[in-house]
């Protein structure tokens, strides 16, 4: 399977879309998400020339050129290629270029402190390779996994796939310090059935700061603590916990040092248990039955799921939450 077909840079790509539509269409109809015009492919109805039935539609992830005449669909990037495939060149150019010079794509350079592990840890991340540089099936199910997810490029451009030993087939989401150097990494599984579905680095010293993002909040401004990274992406300042212990010590010191902080767990039984302790704990938790009535929204699992759904492009941001944290301890109705 040929990826490059999915990858696309929306900056980029609007810009040589507006220059062809405007050269060779007319009557173009624009909104924030679409374009509308009349289908290059069948060229509408052959007796009205005011019917437009060529879509182009931004929220898709790619984005996806459909006419409602003649049914072809395909991706922008297939249908600018086989079309205007002059623009097309000059749309690869400039995103091969912007990969080149904002993309660091080499091995990850990770700290290892315990002597003990060293040879094995080196012998395990020695496989670790960058999204963008691999080749071959598993990057591109990688790849597709992010975009499937609505991933910011700007973000899964810096991961990597594990390719042998203990991580692999395995997404490799690095935890950078204040010196935005990886001292910690977790393993998202890439096929349903592995078990477990994340790995995190091995930490028998017990020095690691396991929090998400931890060195780039505002810590002056509220900050929502989700158990996954990739929910965390979706939310304005916000950190990810990989596997909340509440009788975790160093956990418990590093969350302490954040002084408004609001626990926004996954909708499940599991996390049901953990919000009732939170909340005796007198610790803010998210009501998500409350959430979901309140936007007219379906049932979900956790943020991204709910991202996906709606089709958010934007981060959440706290004002947006807020309504829907509670401290109070007669709010564990909500999780029994």
Not at 30 to 51: A, I, L
Not at 160 to 189: C, H, L, W
């Amino acid at each position: 399977m040929n990826f490059n077909k999915y990858i696309h840079n929306e900056f980029a790509l609007e810009r040589q879309l507006k220059i062809i539509l405007s050269v060779h269409f007319s009557n173009v109809f624009e909104k924030s998400d679409y374009y509308n015009f009349r289908c290059n492919v069948c060229g509408d109805s052959k007796k009205s020339r005011t019917k437009k039935r060529g879509y182009i539609l931004k929220r898709k992830k790619p984005w996806m050129y459909y006419c409602h005449n003649c049914n072809y669909e395909t991706t922008v990037e297939k249908w600018m290629k086989e079309y205007f495939p002059s623009y097309y060149k000059d749309y690869l150019k400039e995103i091969l270029s912007e990969v080149n010079k904002d993309i660091i794509i080499k091995n990850p350079e990770i700290r290892i402190k315990s002597n003990k592990s060293q040879d094995e840890e080196k012998k395990n991340t020695k496989f670790f390779v960058p999204i963008l540089k691999g080749k071959g099936e598993i990057f591109d199910i990688a790849k597709q996994f992010c975009y499937n997810r609505l991933i910011p490029e700007s973000i899964w451009h810096k991961w990597f796939v594990a390719t042998d030993e203990m991580y692999r087939n395995r997404i490799i989401i690095p935890f950078y310090d204040d010196n935005n150097k990886i001292y910690y990494y977790q393993g998202r599984s890439l096929y349903d059935y592995m078990i477990p579905k994340y790995l995190s680095r091995k930490d028998a010293s017990g020095n690691f700061n396991t929090i998400y993002n931890f060195y780039n909040i505002d810590k002056t401004k509220p900050v929502i603590i989700l158990e996954g990274p990739i929910d965390s992406l979706f939310i304005n300042n916000a950190v990810a916990i990989t596997g909340l212990k509440i009788k975790d010590e160093k956990l418990q010191k590093n969350l302490n040092s954040i002084p408004r902080r609001y626990y926004l767990l996954d909708s499940d039984e599991d996390a049901c248990r953990k919000n009732i302790q939170l909340l005796k704990n007198g610790e803010y938790i998210f009501i998500w039955d409350k959430f979901l009535k309140a936007n007219n929204y379906p049932m979900v699992k956790d943020i991204n799921e709910l991202v996906i759904i709606i089709q958010k492009k934007d981060q959440f941001s706290f004002e947006e939450l807020e309504p829907f944290f509670t401290n109070k301890l007669y709010d564990k109705i909500y999780f029994m």
